[in-house]
């Protein structure tokens, strides 16, 4: 790889020449996430040779990375010293998913409910603004964060703000212990149980109810203390799964490649629902494939059915999100965001304005419906 100095410089001047020209570019690391947003455009400005861990601190639960870093290999890092990115980010069954597509795109596992997003572990970064201007926020503590709080602000922009080009992430370490159940039940059960344990003393980690063949299954993930897990092991029952065995339906679940995934029609859109994770069973077009606890369902359906979605999601405080449109549907047929209210778009149209004057970063990737 050339010197971090070099590749920083080609990035600068690439960004100075489209601010300069209004030609638009398009930031991409390894591409595993193209298919989310509204569209692509622009020229190609690529990350990866922006690669190379900084430094890490494994004493200090910190790591700094260029952005255009190979997510894979960072995890091989953390796990080489025992830690982690507890909120399992998503590869999307790819190896070339990088740590600034990860911060950009903003998206977390099945651990997310327990231990929070993206942009929880985020304390710092530098970035490229629209007038070629390499900018450093944040820091490498927590206690660094003052202020309005600008590295989190990037965290789910898309690249829409800026160009990261460095990050600074705090790390966990690995749970001690682990055990996942299984239970034979309906939706209505599932988060009935959830919402109960939810507010009890139990090591609860992640969750994944869906139903198969008219049969519904509730797999449950506990992660801490041995003697916790132990404990709720013997007090929720269930079916004790092999965590040698299980591992991998969890990462199937974390990059959405379970079967119930698999089985969505060339006509179906594959939709994304975050609600309060006490909101009850929803009338949905298809039976949803439900994690988080309860505040993220999965939803198949076709695209006359797209508002009654939006809608649903909405009078349950939610919003809905079209996450991989139909294979047979040109990408800009159907509105992948939901609007937002007056006040925020002003307030999303003013970020964009000063980080990004001439508009060249990522133009419609993050268009809304209205």
């Excluded at 929070?116 to 490229?128: E, Q, S």
């Excluded at 060339?266 to 439900?290: C, F, G, H, I, K």
Aim: net charge neutral.
């Amino acid at each position: 790889m050339k010197p971090d100095t070099d590749v920083s410089a080609a990035l600068i001047a690439q960004v100075r020449a489209a601010a300069a020209t209004g030609k638009p570019l398009r930031i991409r690391g390894g591409g595993s996430k193209d298919f989310y947003g509204q569209s692509l455009a622009g020229d190609l400005l690529d990350t990866r040779a922006h690669a190379g861990v900084i430094s890490y601190e494994p004493s200090e639960l910190v790591v700094t990375v260029r952005a255009g870093t190979s997510l894979k290999e960072l995890e091989a890092l953390l796990a080489a010293q025992g830690q982690c990115l507890p909120f399992e980010p998503p590869h999307f069954g790819q190896s070339v998913a990088t740590v600034g597509g990860m911060v950009a795109s903003g998206l977390s596992g099945p651990a997310r409910a327990s231990v929070g997003a993206v942009r929880d572990y985020v304390l710092g970064l530098k970035l490229i603004n629209g007038r070629g201007e390499l900018l450093s926020f944040g820091g490498q503590v927590m206690k660094n964060v003052a202020g309005y709080d600008v590295s989190r602000l990037m965290v789910g922009a898309m690249g829409t703000l800026g160009l990261i080009t460095e990050l600074s992430l705090k790390v966990l370490p690995v749970a001690p212990a682990e055990a996942t159940l299984r239970f034979e039940c309906s939706q209505a059960q599932a988060l009935a149980w959830l919402n109960a344990w939810g507010a009890q003393p139990l090591p609860l980690n992640a969750s994944c109810w869906v139903e198969d063949a008219g049969v519904g299954t509730l797999y449950l993930r506990l992660r801490g203390a041995q003697a916790a897990v132990e404990a709720a092991c013997k007090r929720l029952g269930g079916e004790k799964k092999d965590n040698a065995l299980v591992a991998a339906d969890w990462r199937a679940c974390r990059d959405q490649q379970l079967p119930w995934f698999a089985q969505r029609s060339a006509s179906q859109d594959l939709w994304r629902l975050s609600l309060p994770q006490t909101t009850p069973e929803l009338a949905l077009p298809d039976s949803p494939l439900v994690e988080w606890h309860g505040g993220l369902r999965w939803v198949r359906a076709e695209a006359e059915q797209a508002q009654q979605l939006r809608e649903t999601a909405a009078k349950a405080g939610g919003h809905a999100t079209l996450f991989v449109a139909a294979s047979a549907r040109p990408e800009s047929a159907v509105a992948r965001f939901d609007a937002l209210a007056p006040v925020l778009q002003k307030i999303h149209s003013a970020l964009r304005h000063e980080f990004d004057p001439a508009g060249i970063f990522n133009p419609g990737r993050l268009s809304v419906q209205g």
